[in-house]
């Protein structure tokens, strides 16, 4: 495992493809996070267009709190901009001086101060001087499914754990390999083909091909029932709380899966 | 998610899954071709804008409820298994 603030990698052994591609789905489009969903515009004297500024401020990473917020159509207010169980409300409301003024994600106040904008040099519009922009924004939980605004990770692939083999008793030292891979995943070192690199291997072959010995002094395989997950959250949930999230729903519709089925008999 | 039989006979089972797609179609479908008696088990989305896949089973002996119960549990064991290990190497309990 390879982390930090907002990455992760690691490797699992012993599930099938069918297991990670599940996990990885689930991260993409069922792990809920915070957007704005509803903008109420008081004032809006810049270049662009209500719809253009709102889409903008969607699009922009909330810090979501999982724990203290529902779901809308788990909420049960029916309100159609939500109660303060199932949504968070940002203000924003900045005036151009004299001067030339850029609106940034910083900009918006959030009512909960744990639900705010990841990032604060997010621009959003530039007004000229002159120019103002007034509105109020309902942030709501969604999920990555309905819209991608709601998807908590920026990258989320697995791909199979490489086995790079080499047969020394073949290998001439020619570095043709060395030289083709894209990954730089090879490198002679002192009087031997060395694996410097062996996660970063695509399993692309080049390096097979490259080789002009018959049969090739070089082989690359996947190891069966191993994957290497590389995630990348956007900064709205932590990376361990999505992996989390992930495994937890998808243990929540198999247990609905059984008791539907008990239903059926 | 609603299930909907269609077919139920002592081997073979087909029932609609509303309301969900590829990520858990798929996950069942693995689990219980891992299992030998199995004799056949997928699935099929008619419609990609209607989440309602149409889920097939099969099997050689036993009952498909049994298989079907028995690859939820796996699963079930695996998902728990990988959220433990997770949290473990991540350097916190679960």
Known sequence: MERDKLRVRFVVKGVNTEFVNALRRAMLAEVPTMAIEDVVFFENSSILHDEIIAHRLALIPLKTDLDSYLLPEECGCGSELGCNRCRVILTLSVEAGDERRTVYSGDLSPDD??????????????????????LEAYARLGKGKDHAKWQPVSVCTHKYYPSVEVYSERCDLCGKCVEICPKRVLAVEEDSLKIVNLLNCTLCEDCVRAC????????????????????????????????EEAAKILEKKLSEFSQKLEELG | MELKLLKHTDNTLVFEIRGEGHTFCQLLQGALLKNPAVEMAGYDIPHPQVAHPVFTLRVREGRPEEALKAAVEELRKQLEEFRVKFAESWGRSC
């Open chain 1, 113 to 134: 101060p744990e639900v705010k904008p990841v990032y604060d040099n997010i621009p959003i519009v530039v007004l000229a001087p002159g120019q103002s922009l007034k």
């Open chain 1, 212 to 243: 002009p010995k018959n049969p090739p002094a070089i082989r690359v395989s996947p190891v069966p029932e191993a994957f290497i997950f590389n995630i990348e959250s956007t900064g709205s949930l932590p990376v361990d709380r999505i992996v």
